[in-house]
């Protein structure tokens, strides 16, 4: 399957609101091979001279409902820095995510949001929770998995896991605010 630019789904599209249904376990290789393919995507789109080549906007995560399949599938490469502020990379393959609990503490970026099925920039605060607890099968580690993250990580899966909803990120962005004082968040 071709993923590039052109062939991912826009949120011109209706189909992209679609819900996304449970994939069951273990993975079947179709299953398998799309997690793959969305991986090498997120990896591929980070390489300027390989973006440029196969048409790849730059990523750090893709749903399947991005590429027209509405399963909880998703692919999540991010470059951050822990709690030692080592730069560390988080690399997920995950199927039926499910985030399990939420930090009261609210973060957003400070620049927003951007989605790979969003073309035109939508102006405003993307509030999420700081931390989340997300748990999921992971490709990568080929067992279930317990993720806690903090700051971006937990920002790019909550966004991730928003499309299995239908959910895109500037359904977040208060119209009449979109830049609200958010006491305590932690901005990125």
């Known amino acids: 399957m071709l993923i590039n630019n052109d062939t991912i789904i826009k949120d ?5 609101r679609r819900k996304s249904e449970p994939v069951e376990l273990p993975l079947s290789e179709e299953n398998k091979q799309i997690l793959r393919e969305m991986f090498q995507y997120v990896q591929d789109s980070t390489d300027e001279e390989k973006a440029k080549e196969l048409n790849l906007r730059p990523a750090v995560g893709i749903s399947a409902i ?45 620049n927003g949001e951007g989605c790979l099925s969003v073309q035109e920039e939508h102006d405003g605060f993307v509030v999420r929770s700081a931390r989340v607890k997300v748990t999921g099968y992971d490709l990568l580690t080929d067992q279930n998995i317990t993720i ?18 239908g959910v895109l990120f ?18 990125i």
């Open 170 to 187: 500037y359904d977040h962005i208060n119209k009449d605010n979109p830049h609200p004082e958010v006491p305590g968040a932690l901005v």
């Open 148 to 165: 806690r993250a903090r700051g971006y990580l937990a920002i790019v899966l909550q966004h991730e896991i928003d499309h299995f909803s």
């Open 66 to 110: 991005q590429i027209g399949i509405p399963r909880q599938l998703t692919a999540v490469i991010v470059h951050d820095y822990d709690k030692n502020d080592e730069l560390v990379t988080y690399q997920y393959m995950l199927a039926n995510p499910k985030i399990v609990s939420r930090s009261v503490q609210k973060a957003y970026l400070e």
């Open 12 to 16: 011109s599209d209706p189909s992209i």
